[in-house]
């Protein structure tokens, strides 16, 4: 059965630092693999895509990377703002083109 | 752009009772998904359509569930009977893409509390 695992759960730091969020799945023959970000009451907002091709994608301060070798994806967050508290999901596109969506980190940036 | 518009955004009902949550995706999308969130995990496939075909309901309670994309556009989907356990936040999502996923937007959800 196909999985995708992210840890932690929950993660809270303060205003200013880098982090990584991490995601691991169990497929390595994936189609692609998002992240998204899903704020209190709302519905998800992707935030890049990555390609099997592909090895990272950027937007802004955020980095996504993909390792299929090792079934790992990473999405790094530049200078933490308090406005980036959400959960982040990620969620990969097996060969029979369906999604797998690991539960989610909830993340809070402290003033 | 216009995104895709859920509705209603919150629903109260008794168990037993029926429910209907309508979605417009994006134009021009023609993939459209529905997805039962409950608190805590994530997003769980319900019903895949491309166009107006079904592409995977597999996971879909067919017993109290159906759902339909009339003229490949708007979709509704229905709960009759209710239980508790449909507690949960209804997401409508469409993508571009008719092979593979592509970039998926969603809607705001519609989240139901059955009582």
């Known amino acids: 059965k196909q999985e995708v695992t992210q840890i932690p759960a929950a993660l809270s730091v303060p205003e200013g630092e880098n982090l990584v969020l991490n995601c691991s799945f169990t497929d390595s023959a994936i189609y692609n693999l998002q992240w998204f970000r899903q704020d209190p009451g709302k519905g998800l907002t992707s935030l890049l895509l990555i390609q099997s091709s592909q090895r990272e994608q950027t937007s802004g301060r955020l980095n996504a990377s993909l390792d299929k070798s090792s079934g790992r994806s990473t999405l790094y967050i530049a200078a933490s703002q308090p406005g980036d508290s959400a959960t982040y999901l990620c969620a990969f596109e097996d060969s029979n083109y369906q999604l797998i969506w690991g539960a989610g980190t909830k993340l809070i940036i402290k003033p | 752009e216009a995104g895709v518009a859920q509705s209603p955004r919150y629903k109260i009902i008794e168990k037993r009772q029926s429910v209907a949550f309508w979605c417009n995706p994006i134009?021009?999308?023609?993939?459209l998904y529905w997805y039962q969130q409950i608190l805590g995990q994530g997003p769980k496939l319900l019903i895949q359509?491309?166009?107006?075909?079904?592409v995977d309901d597999s996971q879909l309670p067919k017993d109290r569930f159906s759902a339909e994309r009339l003229k490949g556009v708007d979709s509704t989907l229905k709960i009759q009977p209710a239980k508790l356990e449909d507690s949960a936040v209804y997401l409508c999502?469409?993508?571009w893409g008719a092979g593979g996923t592509g970039e998926l937007f969603f809607g705001e959800g519609s989240r139901l509390t059955v009582l």
């Open positions: 999502a469409s993508s």
């Open positions: 134009s021009g999308h023609a993939t």
């Open positions: 359509f491309q166009n107006n075909g079904v």
